[in-house]
């Protein structure tokens, strides 16, 4: 194989291990981002089941203070009784008392939904508080794995840049800026296998005596369409994809 054609397909293969790279790294934010989500929506759902309950604890609050109020009502309406007249004012505080008290009891029946309803949003938050624990739990490890992760891409990216700029030295200067121009033109794909008569990097068919010629590797030749540099991959090789 033509010495320049061989460092041109590795030069091709190292810059497109940068680039998978390049783009990995790109998405590690949205990634992090990502894992944070169960432990927003766990705080969001025990913030809203909290809220509720805070709100049943002042109704209870005021229930219990209606409650207390209503009670010393009775008991003063009670008090009352041995300064009556007649009987039909005895009748008639005798009514004023069970009003009392049936007004009460419909307050103590509210207060007991309330502290069943309570006791029931306590044992939610308690079970919510559980789960964000685990999914914060969850959220460190993924986080510290991403990190090291990342961390292992920028040695990578550290170790590949050295091997692709050793081999961009060896390039002849015009097949460098050849190279150059057609990365930054074609999507980073400068260099393309040929695969059945076929460019894979536009995917377009060649005319025989050019896949003919390309088949060697003898030297540099370019798609006659998105003039690439193309190579013939060898025999039982799967070919270079775009």
Same mark, same amino acid.
């Given at each position: 194989?033509?010495?320049?054609?061989?460092?041109?397909?590795?030069l091709q293969d190292l810059?497109?291990?940068?680039?998978?790279?390049?783009?990995?790294?790109?998405?590690?934010?949205?990634?992090?981002?990502?894992?944070?989500?169960? #432990?927003?929506?766990?705080? +969001?759902?025990?913030? +809203?089941?909290?809220?509720?309950?805070?709100?049943?604890?002042?109704? !209870? !609050?005021?229930?219990?203070?209606?409650?207390?109020?209503?009670?010393?009502?009775?008991?003063?309406?009670?008090?009352?009784?041995?300064?009556?007249?007649?009987? $039909?004012?005895?009748?008639?505080?005798?009514? &004023?008392?069970?009003?009392?008290?049936?007004?009460?009891?419909?307050?103590? &029946?509210?207060?007991?939904?309330?502290?069943?309803?309570t006791e029931a949003i306590?044992?939610? #938050?308690?079970?919510?508080?559980?789960?964000?624990?685990?999914?914060?739990?969850?959220?460190? +490890?993924?986080? #510290?794995?991403?990190?090291?992760?990342?961390?292992?891409?920028?040695?990578?990216?550290?170790?590949?840049?050295?091997?692709?700029?050793?081999?961009?030295?060896?390039? +002849?200067?015009?097949?460098?800026?050849?190279?150059?121009?057609?990365?930054?033109? !074609?999507?980073?794909?400068?260099?393309?296998?040929?695969?059945?008569?076929?460019?894979?990097?536009?995917?377009?068919?060649?005319?025989?005596?050019?896949?003919?010629?390309?088949? $060697?590797?003898?030297?540099?030749?370019?798609?006659?369409?998105?003039?690439?540099?193309?190579?013939?991959?060898?025999?039982?090789?799967?070919?270079?994809?775009?």
């Amino acid at each position: 194989m033509n010495e320049q054609l061989a460092i041109l397909i590795q030069l091709q293969d190292l810059d497109g291990r940068l680039d998978a790279i390049a783009e990995k790294r790109r998405q590690f934010p949205h990634a992090v981002e990502a894992a944070g989500k169960p #432990v927003e929506e766990a705080q +969001a759902a025990l913030a +809203a089941t909290q809220g509720e309950l805070d709100a049943l604890n002042r109704d !209870r !609050r005021a229930k219990e203070q209606d409650l207390q109020e209503r009670e010393a009502r009775i008991d003063k309406l009670r008090a009352r009784a041995g300064d009556l007249k007649s009987n $039909k004012e005895y009748q008639a505080h005798l009514f &004023e008392i069970e009003l009392a008290q049936q007004e009460k009891g419909t307050v103590e &029946e509210r207060l007991l939904e309330l502290m069943d309803r309570t006791e029931a949003i306590q044992k939610a #938050v308690r079970e919510q508080e559980e789960q964000l624990a685990v999914r914060r739990r969850t959220f460190d +490890a993924e986080r #510290v794995r991403l990190q090291a992760e990342q961390q292992a891409m920028e040695a990578e990216v550290e170790r590949v840049s050295a091997e692709s700029k050793a081999l961009t030295d060896r390039l +002849a200067p015009g097949h460098r800026q050849t190279y150059e121009y057609l990365r930054t033109t !074609r999507k980073g794909l400068a260099v393309a296998a040929l695969k059945n008569g076929t460019c894979q990097g536009c995917r377009l068919s060649l005319q025989p005596q050019l896949v003919a010629d390309i088949r $060697k590797n003898e030297k540099i030749l370019t798609c006659t369409y998105c003039h690439r540099i193309l190579f013939s991959p060898p025999p039982g090789l799967e070919a270079q994809k775009a």
